[in-house]
């Protein structure tokens, strides 16, 4: 079966790094009036519909630090212009700004690129502005995608953590393992497992520890499945496939997660649809691809 990538890891969007070493590249854009800028505040941007709102750079009078995104496909300069305060991470508001995590799995392929690349410099930009060593400010360089310490002279780049995402399937592979998170109780909401890689840690290891913890069962036949950015707060989302050796011992550890429970394809597929026993987690996730994926492979 062939798959499908994972929602943010479709990107049609050409992130242009050779432009990135032009000290200027910021400011003479910012006089482009063929430029578009995309505001972002915490992980949420202004949208019409599922269209990112790209304004002109002149329509940002809110303090910002910049980054350049990219080229769109019209070869026109795009920019992240963060803002402040960071708002919430939950829901939709009223005012048009959407959140990454509701409504990254509806953006066109260009617009879903650019989102997730602006969220996560957006939010590099927020908590990296002193030098890790030495604590002295560290100012932008490179068009956003690096700081120069002003003490020391270290550079720093945005930083990514490997984290890995797991679909566990019964070794008949009629039924799929979720678990849920111990925020979740009130949505009724299942998900796969997760969680970061440990220092020294392979990406296997770390699977099967993860599993171990969260759900009490021991996994095998390790499937790569694709990856994809999530930045909360700042992921990189390692997916795979796993069976599980014996399904009986499954158990939730009782503090992050609070129940596990072995599902059927019909009952992932209603669920998948909005009509079944539970809430699944929504279009913009690996978690969604991996569940999709297992449940559709026999068709």
């Known amino acids: 079966m062939r798959l499908q990538p994972p929602a943010l890891a479709r990107s049609a969007f050409d992130t242009s790094p050779d432009e990135r070493a032009d000290d200027g590249l910021v400011a003479r854009l910012l006089a482009?009036?063929?430029?578009?800028?995309?505001?972002?505040?915490?992980?949420?941007a202004p949208?019409?519909?599922?269209?990112?709102?790209?304004?002109?750079p002149d329509a940002v009078t809110d303090a910002a630090e910049w980054g350049f995104l990219g080229r769109a496909g019209d070869g026109s300069a795009r920019l992240v212009a963060a803002v402040e305060p960071p708002r919430s991470s939950d829901g939709r508001d009223d005012d048009g700004w959407v959140s990454l995590r509701m409504v990254g799995g509806d953006l066109s392929d260009e617009d879903a690129g650019a989102l997730v690349t602006a969220v996560s410099l957006a939010r590099w930009f927020a908590d990296f502005r002193f030098c890790p060593r030495c604590g002295s400010p560290a100012p932008l360089r490179a068009a956003g995608w690096s700081r120069l310490c002003s003490g020391c002279g270290r550079q720093q780049f945005p930083r990514t953590d490997?984290?890995?995402?797991?679909?566990?399937?019964?070794?008949?592979?009629?039924?799929?393992l979720l678990g849920q998170n111990a925020a979740w109780a009130a949505q009724n909401r299942f998900s796969t497992f997760a969680?970061?890689?440990?220092?020294?840690?392979?990406?296997?290891?770390?699977?099967?520890?993860?599993?171990?913890?969260?759900?009490?069962?021991?996994?095998d036949e390790l499937s790569y499945r694709g990856s994809q950015a999530w930045p909360y707060p700042r992921s990189l989302m390692l997916g795979f496939h796993a069976v599980a050796e014996d399904a009986a011992p499954a158990r939730p550890d009782g503090e992050e997660i609070t129940e596990v429970r072995w599902f059927t394809r019909a009952e992932i597929a209603s669920s998948l649809a909005g009509t079944g026993p539970v809430a699944l987690p929504g279009s913009a996730s690996i978690a969604h691809r991996l569940i999709t994926d297992w449940c559709e492979e026999d068709e």
Not at 34 to 41: A, Q
Not at 47 to 56: N, Q
């Open 162 to 176: 490997p984290a890995v995402i797991v679909a566990v399937r019964d070794a008949a592979n009629e039924r799929l």
């Open 47 to 56: 949208a019409v519909g599922t269209r990112l709102l790209w304004e002109a």
């Open 32 to 44: 482009d009036p063929t430029t578009r800028v995309l505001r972002v505040n915490g992980d949420r």
């Open 195 to 219: 969680g970061f890689v440990e220092a020294g840690e392979s990406l296997e290891t770390a699977v099967r520890r993860e599993v171990a913890e969260e759900a009490g069962v021991v996994v």
